[in-house]
């Protein structure tokens, strides 16, 4: 019997790794503006890219979304009631989504062509650890935290909120009544991921939509230029 | 507490079962080759916990070629570069990335997120060494 040490040197996620990257590639040349959106579950990102949705169709933009769970349609039929193209990845007990759930569910959706669209939005599984590891291909991963989760969330989920390239603040409509301390909670996040963009919003009022929406035509046009 | 154990450990599965899926494609040039022990690289900023990992390995190598092997994980500090001051420093705390020799926020991750398998040590069968 001899002994030996082979060096691997790779990615652990290597495969997840090369098909987010063939992913991105195809985003990138279809021309569709790609956002992965993560948060606890009950943060209200379904209520969120709901509203999201209906304004971006409002204006004309051409709009998609892939929405992921452990189990159910629920959350693709409430999508749905915005007009877009929605749908629903099971993963029948997976706590994220992984780039190859993505791929397939591209795949024959009907009246979905990614050359036709402007966004293409992926709702995470609700979870806070393990969507951070998974690179789904997206150009702009979304970190959400509502007013009723406590303002040091993003201290206490470093990875996550540190991966992300915007942050959202949900159910501002509510902060008031639940003693949400805003400037806290903005100090937390920035310790995490110093300069990143924040945007405070409601979903059921609809206040800050227009700075969110503003943003994403902006990343929409330094996507195709 | 379910909710906040469960996902975490189901994370920590599938990390390993990646390792394992990967270890297992790695000993086709070794046909007969025990797996003694894996080493692994893994970011402070990874979001995987060690005794996790541990746990889930006995599990994930049963009646495979790493059955009983050990697992060494590395965890390697989060170092950021300070556009400030030019220098590139370990962040004190997990909870503040800022520069610690200015006091600067600091974005810029230049370890910290690895997620690699470093080597592997295996026991080659006597008849496999061929040229």
């Known amino acids: 019997m001899t002994t030996r040490i082979v060096e691997l040197r790779q990615g652990i996620l290597k495969k997840n790794d090369e098909l987010a990257r063939g992913l991105r590639e195809r985003f990138t040349s279809s021309g569709v503006l790609v956002l992965n959106l993560v948060s606890s579950p009950g943060t209200g990102k379904t209520a969120f890219l709901e509203r999201t949705l209906r304004l971006l169709r409002e204006r004309g933009s051409r709009v998609a979304a892939l929405v992921g769970d452990l189990e159910t349609d629920n959350d693709a039929r409430r999508l749905a009631a915005s007009g877009a193209p929605v749908r629903q990845i099971n993963t029948h007990g997976i706590c994220h989504l992984e780039a190859e759930m993505v791929g397939k569910h591209l795949e024959g959706w009907d009246g979905v062509d990614l050359g036709q669209l402007d966004y293409l939005f992926i709702e995470n599984v609700g979870n806070l650890v393990c969507p951070s590891s998974y690179d789904l291909g997206e150009r702009i991963r979304v970190a959400l935290l509502s007013v009723t989760e406590g303002?040091?969330?993003?201290?206490?989920?470093?990875?996550?909120?540190?991966?992300?390239?915007?942050?959202?603040?949900?159910?501002?409509?509510?902060?008031?009544?639940v003693g949400f301390e805003r400037e806290a909670a903005v100090r937390n996040i920035r310790a995490i991921r110093p300069n990143i963009r924040i945007f405070e919003t409601s979903a059921k009022s609809g206040s800050g939509m227009e700075d969110w929406l503003a943003y994403l035509a902006e990343e929409q046009a330094t996507r195709r230029s | 507490m379910l909710s906040e154990a469960g996902p975490a450990l189901m994370h920590e599965l599938s990390i390993i079962s990646s390792v394992v899926e990967s270890v297992i494609d790695s000993l086709e040039k070794f046909p007969g080759a025990r797996v003694v022990e894996v080493r692994l690289k893994v970011g402070a900023l990874a979001a995987v916990v060690e005794d996790s990992l541990q746990f889930c390995y006995g599990i994930a190598t049963e009646d495979t070629p790493l059955a009983g092997s050990r697992l060494v994980v590395n965890v390697l500090p989060v170092r950021v570069h300070c556009t400030a001051c030019g220098a590139d420093s370990e962040i004190e705390s997990l909870q503040n990335f800022r520069c610690s020799l200015c006091g600067e926020p600091a974005s810029d991750i230049r370890q910290g997120r690895e997620m690699e398998i470093d080597a592997i040590e295996i026991e080659e069968a006597e008849e496999s060494v061929k040229p």
């Open chain 1, 151 to 177: 303002e040091d969330k993003p201290l206490k989920y470093p990875t996550l909120f540190n991966s992300a390239d915007a942050a959202v603040i949900t159910k501002m409509d509510i902060a008031e009544a």
